[in-house]
């Protein structure tokens, strides 16, 4: 299918290493964090969540810190394999009924 | 379980056109959103329904128009399509409670010449 990765900043990790994907969000107000994967063809995939009233959470293999101080969110893969490579997106939810503002992305690419 | 299901998959129109795009909800999730993605960006909100109701409204104009059904079904309409309107329409859905994950279809890629 198309690349959804177009002129996206990428990632390259090797197989097994870990990979900090980065993102930075704009309104200090969001109350609600979300990761997604996609891959080419396919709409996004969540991945883990996590509350303005939390700092850190974990999922298999991935882990999500929030820094609500500089409005910054990262997502760690634990043995980046093969499959994860994608371009992998952060949005924050605004206001309380849940509107989804996504960030411009980042492409991972795994490589052997 | 089925995911979020929407058809169809590929469209292509001429400018002018309506076109009207569809899309069933996980079983059980009363809210349903659209998104437009464009290629290298990420996706841009249009609309959010629950229980029938639109709940929200991105900045899109006023030919973009929606509606949800009693079984919570969605459809998206897009009238005097331009060649901007180019993308791929994603639907998601929740259940509609705040911070609830949205759970996304795999979208219709419209192509407009």
């Known amino acids: 299918g198309e690349s959804v990765g177009l002129h996206l900043p990428t990632l390259s990790v090797q197989e097994g290493d870990n990979s900090i994907i980065n993102c930075a969000y704009s309104?200090?107000?969001?109350?609600?964090f979300i990761w997604y994967k996609q891959e080419s063809g396919k709409g996004p995939q969540f991945i883990i969540d996590?509350?303005?009233?939390?700092d850190k959470r974990q999922g298999q293999r991935v882990t999500v810190l929030l820094n609500k101080t500089v409005k910054h969110l990262s997502l760690q893969i634990a043995a980046t394999q093969p499959g994860d490579s994608a371009v992998y997106f952060c949005?924050?939810?605004?206001?309380?009924?849940?509107?989804?503002?996504f960030g411009a992305g980042t492409q991972v690419v795994v490589t052997p | 379980d089925a995911g979020v299901t929407q058809s169809p998959t590929h469209l292509i129109k001429t400018r002018g056109q309506q076109v009207t795009l569809r899309c069933s909800p996980i079983?059980?999730?009363?809210?349903v959103s659209w998104y437009q993605q464009v290629l290298g960006q990420g996706p841009q909100f249009i609309f959010q329904?629950?229980?029938?109701?639109?709940?929200g409204r991105g900045n899109f104009p006023d030919r973009f128009s929606a509606r949800q059904f009693p079984n919570y079904s969605s459809e998206l309409n897009v009238n005097a399509l331009l060649l901007g309107d180019s993308a791929l329409y994603l639907c998601?859905?929740?259940?509609?409670?705040?911070?609830?994950?949205?759970?996304f279809g795999d979208g219709t890629r419209l192509s407009i010449l």
């Open positions: 949005a924050e939810g605004l206001g309380s009924w849940g509107k989804l503002q």
């Open positions: 309104n200090s107000a969001s109350d609600y």
């Open positions: 996590i509350r303005s009233n939390m």
């Open positions: 079983s059980g999730h009363k809210s």
């Open positions: 998601a859905s929740s259940s509609g409670l705040s911070n609830q994950p949205q759970h």
């Open positions: 329904y629950y229980e029938k109701e639109e709940r």
